[in-house]
C-alpha cells in the first residue's frame, strides 16, 4: 500500500473473532478494489468469526456491497461467522432496499456484535 492512498481499515484481533473496522466515509469504485483486496487478505486468518463494524462509512457503491457479499461467501465456505455492525442511514436503506439482512446478520453497535459473536 501506497503512503498516499487513504487506510481501508483497522484490525482489532481477539481470542474469538476480529474486528474490521472499515475507515473511508465513501467506499466507491476507485477504492473498492483494494477493499476487496485488503478485506479478502484479512479474513484468511485463523479466527472464523468475523465482525464488519460500517459505522464510519456514510456512503458505499455496488461494487462495495458486492465486496460484502463475496466476504461473507467466503466465511461461509469456512464454516464461519459474520456480522456486520453500525450501519448510517444511506447505508440501511440500501441494505433495506436490496434486502441485504437476509444475507447477513447485523446489529446496531459493536458491543451487540461482540456479544452475539461469543454466543454462536
Partial sequence: MQGDQEKIMQIDHTESHLL???????????????FENELLS???DDRNRFIIDLSAVKVMNSAAIGVLLSARDYI????????????????????????L?????VTETVQEARELIDGI
Fill in 20 to 34: 474490521i473496522t472499515i475507515l473511508p466515509r465513501r467506499i466507491y469504485l476507485d477504492i473498492a478494489d483494494r
Fill in 42 to 44: 484479512v479474513l484468511k
Fill in 76 to 99: 461461509l465456505r469456512r464454516d464461519g461467522k459474520l456480522i456486520v455492525c453500525g450501519l448510517k442511514s444511506l447505508v440501511r436503506q440500501v441494505f433495506e432496499r436490496m434486502q
Fill in 101 to 105: 439482512r437476509s444475507f447477513f446478520t
